[in-house]
């Protein structure tokens, strides 16, 4: 089971810090977004064996993910954020073992998904 929070409204360049905590064992957890009118996409993945961060081009720079292994927790925390940020935030985790951006970013690898937490960022 995985519970997510941390979203809010923001101006843009403003920070949020989203968690999102796992009931169980997780190989990786993920943090995926979708923006009204548009598909669900990657945002970046943390695998817990090596605390390995796997993030998309759009968010270097700006997001960071890390991971408390005593709290099973993995957080994405977003700075400078901008209008087009706007979007529902997902996290999801795996038990499997899988390798590669092209892998860590199929939804379909993932069981397991959290409810989702809206960050809204206005201009």
């Known amino acids: 089971q995985l519970q997510a929070s941390g979203g809010g409204l923001v101006q843009a360049g403003g920070s949020l810090r989203l968690s999102c905590a796992a009931s169980?064992?997780?190989?990786?957890l993920t943090w995926f977004c979708q923006a009204p009118g548009k598909e669900r996409e990657w945002v970046g993945s943390?695998?817990?064996?090596?605390?390995?961060?796997y993030d998309a081009e759009f968010v270097k720079g700006r997001f960071t993910i890390a991971g408390d292994s005593a709290k099973n927790t993995v957080f994405l925390q977003m700075n400078a954020l901008k209008p087009e940020d706007t979007a529902v935030y997902y996290c999801?985790?795996?038990?499997?073992?899988?390798?590669?951006?092209?892998?860590?970013?199929?939804?379909?690898?993932?069981?397991?998904w959290g409810q989702g937490t809206q960050v809204t960022v206005s201009s």
């Open positions: 943390f695998r817990w064996s090596g605390s390995l961060i």
């Open positions: 999801a985790a795996a038990t499997a073992t899988f390798y590669g951006i092209s892998a860590l970013s199929d939804q379909g690898r993932y069981p397991y």
């Open positions: 169980g064992r997780t190989s990786v």
